[in-house]
Structures are given as C-alpha cells and as structure tokens.
C-alpha cells in the first residue's frame, strides 16, 4: 500500500517543465478526461445508468489523489518534448495502473479508507471492487490506443507489462513476508521497489521511449525507484504505530520495524531517517542528470520530502 | 462462469483453417510458449524461483483447457491470411484474458475446481488469485507487442479494451441480479453476451481487425454472441440442479430458472432447449456468411452442440 500523505503539489519544478503553468493544467484536466472516458467505455451516458464498476472506477478517480504519476508523465514528456495527444496518453496510463493497484490492495489489505472516502471494497463490496481494478487495468493499456506514433507501441506496451509484472511480484513478496519479520534492509528494499518504485518509474520510462531516447531509461528508473525507497520509508515512519499494532495486517513490512527487529533498538528511527535520506538524495543526484530537465518533478518531490526529514 | 464442459476438440472445421493440421498444432504449442513467457516476464528461470503469482498463473495456464479461444483466433487468422506471428499473438491476447476471468471469477464465485485441479484462490488464497488474474490480464495486453503490422496496434488494443470492459460489466450485472430472480430472456441474454459472448467474438474481430477487414467484425461478433448464448443455455441445464440449490452462491443466473420464474414451469426444459437451438443455428448461420470460411471453427462448435441437444 502506498500513500501518499505529503504534499507534492508545491514540488519545485521550473516553469520551462510547464507543470506550474494553465497550459499544464489544461493537459491535467484532459488526463482526467481520458481516464473517465477509458473507465465509462461503453457505458450509457448519465451517471446513475453506469454499471456498478464504472461508477466504482468513476468515484475512486473523483476522489482525488495528487496525480504523482501523471504530473511525472506530463512533465517529463513536455521537457522532452512530446506533442501533448502523447504526453497525456501516458501520463493516463501511469495513473490509471497506479489506481488500479490501489483498488485491488485496499481490498488485499482491506484499508478502509483512501483519500478520505470509504474504499471501493467498502463501498461497493469484494466483487466489484475485484472488477473495478480489472477495469482500470485493462484502461491503463486502453489509454496507450491514443499514442501518435504507433511505431512506439510495441515497446511501449512491453514497457507497461514489465512494471506490472513487478508490482504483481512486489505485492506477492510481501505476502511471502507475511507472518515472517523481514530482517534484512535489501529484502526491504526490493519489495519497496516493486510497491512504489515500479509505477514511480514508468512515466518517466515511458515518456523517454516516446521520446527516442532510450539510452535514458535506465537512469529514470534508478533516479524514481530510489526516490520511492526513500518516500516509503518515510511513510512507514508515520505508520510505523498502526504497522506494530498490525492495523494494516501482520503482513506490512515497515522500515522501522525491519531495523528493530535487525537488533537497532534505539537507533532504528535515527538509521532508518538516514537511510531515507540517502535515497532521496541519490534521487536528487540521478534526477539532475537527465537531459532536458525531464526529471525536474520527480527531483522537486524529492527535495521536498528532504526538507520535511 | 464459464465452464466449458463440452468438447470442442473434434468440432469439424475445414482443413483450409489448418486447424487439423499438425502445423496448427504447433501454432497452439507457440501460443502456450508465449502466454508462459509473458506471465513469468522478469521472472528468474527455474520453477522454484516464481514468485507466486507467476507460479500460480503457470500452473493455472498447465492444468489445460480446451484453448476453444486460441483456436478460434488461430483458425481465423490462418484463414484470412495473416502471418503465423500475428494469428499467435491475437489466440495468445485472447486466451490469456479468458483465463485472466477465469481466476477472478473462481475467487468470486468461491469455485473450488477447475479443470480438475484446486482453483487459484483454494491453493494460494484471496491475495494471490487477485494478482494472479491481473497478471493474466496484463500479458493478455503484452502479447500484443508481438503483432507485425504496428499501424493496427491502436484499433485492436481499442478492441481489446472494449471486450474486457463488457465482461467486466456482464460480470458486475450479475451481480447486481444477486439475490433477485431474473425473469426476463431479455436480461439473461445481456448477462450472457457479457459473460461468455465478448470473450469469443474477441478472437473472430481481432483476426478480422489485422486482416483490414473491419467491415466483417460486426458479422464475426454476432455469431460468437449467438454462440455464446446458445452454449450458456447448454450449459445451464447442466448445471441446474448446482445452481437452484445454490452452490455458486445466490447469484447464478440460469436460463432453466429464469424460464421457471417467468412462470414456464414444465415447459422451461423444452422451452429452454429450443431458444438454446435457436441462437445455435444462428450462429452457425452467421459464421457461414464470414469470408474466406474464418467462422469454420465457431460454426463446427456450434453444430456439435446442436446434436448434442
């Protein structure tokens, strides 16, 4: 489960990346745009004859979120200089995977609530909430449709497939982990990639295929995967009280509780602070070495969590 | 559900579809080969090193399966002329989706076999089977990086998108019948198309999708969904006894029940029979007007269950 519970909206990121501007703005409201029409396909119009999983995916998306990954996607193709039809195809697509791991591990770890609302499974039931993560699934490679180069495709939807694969096998390892106290800081590590690092690192993934620029792929997802080992930490240190108390299950792997249980004691909030800040500062590092600026959101993120170590 | 327990195995189908050919066979063997690699995509070799995920949808996909999808888009593909690679990624997309709702139906339905095997969720759990089938899901998208032609990519996975939201929707729809009799032909048949009828039209429009012949894809659709309902029909009078004592829970929507409740009462046997004939012959009707005889292997399924009746 990741959440997002620091705000990123005021991430530094410099105007030539467009995010702070109306034009960015515009391309975030088409985003949404997409996403509903993806979720509603097929759908009679009006909102009380939609079936139960489109008005699930509908009012899930509606609820919010800060949209991390399509202001990732945004960014990095603007910077890169994607036309906008693509740039938003892709930042839909990141968003609409991101939210359907949400849907189907609220149910998985049967969170209650998400973005202040009562969760799809809470809401609708284990059935539809089953189907409205399938449905957003199946979206997020629907939004691909809208790609201008068709040549790209093919990497593209390998690309998608890959990082699903991943958050499927990080969502497995941790229930490996279940019952078992991880001990071990890379066991840690590699689940935190798979639950965060993975959909941090498509969009900017996907936006430098787009782009022609291979070569770059590799940096972006070491720049994304060690800022969402670092944002995790983070977040497990707010959680670390309801992690202990098992509120989320005997299954949440937490940092803090890793180092504890790794004999640290005392130390283990110290360490793991530290151990959190050299990811984002490597984030920082590797973000900075992007061409074009590409990984200016992603760094601004980064900084921003720094500051509030 | 979508049980099928008729063989198809032996449906005529023309040698010309190359269906019967040991040069079909191998086709179907390089569909498996590439439904495996796609759901162990990143997956270290050797079995014991799956993670679960991708060990439970390896062993879901070994435990068999008529493969009535992959051979539906194979014959297809092979009739309209299209290069083995692509008639191979269509069978692959179209058959992972089937299985994809295969394993979350199980866990809806609480079904504890398939294919004479313990289901995803009895042998691994709720958590696993949900990633199971997204992981399905996903591959079913991935093989599509495999057709040739990439120009053809946005329209099919467009197809792709629509067919998987009409199950989804068929599958919540029937929910939404939880607990309330269904009494209307009407219903039942949009329940069925949904459930079974989306994911057997996929095959036929996506064959005549790469082949540019668009205009076909309506006609294709229609003899798959009269298939579709017609087997439903077969397969309710099977299951009868199962579904007005409840074994797949309250839910089951059955042709034989639903004729009882609209009041057919010694009639709805005889009754169901012959609307179940009716939509066979349908389809075998519209399958003889596809060209190039793409439609021989729905039309050989549909005329073995006819003289099954």
Redesign the interface.
Known sequence: MMKICFSFMNAPSPTHSGLSSAAADNLLDEVERVMRR??T???PSGEDML????RAAVGHLAAGGQRVRARLALGAGIALGLLPQDSIALAATSELLHN?SLV?DD??DRENVRRRNPTVWVNY????A??T???L???A??A????SD??L???L??L???R???V??G???E??AKGQQVTDMAMYEKIAVGKSGALLSLPLELAFAAAGKKEWMGGARRAAEAFGIGYQIMDDMEDVESDAAGDHGPRAVNALLVLRAAGHGTNAEAMAREIGLLHLRTAIALADRLPNEAGAFLRGMALALCQQL
């Not at 039931?125 to 539809?128: H, K, L, T």
């Not at 691909?144 to 790609?147: F, I, P, R, S, T």
């Open positions: 993806l979720v396909h097929g759908e079936s139960d999983s489109a359907a189907h149910l998985q039931g284990d059935d539809v089953i189907c993560g399938d449905l699934l199946s979206a490679y629907g691909l449709a809208a790609v068709r040549r495709l093919p990497d939807i390998a998608v497939h890959a699903t694969a991943l499927v096998r969502q497995c390892a229930f490996s």
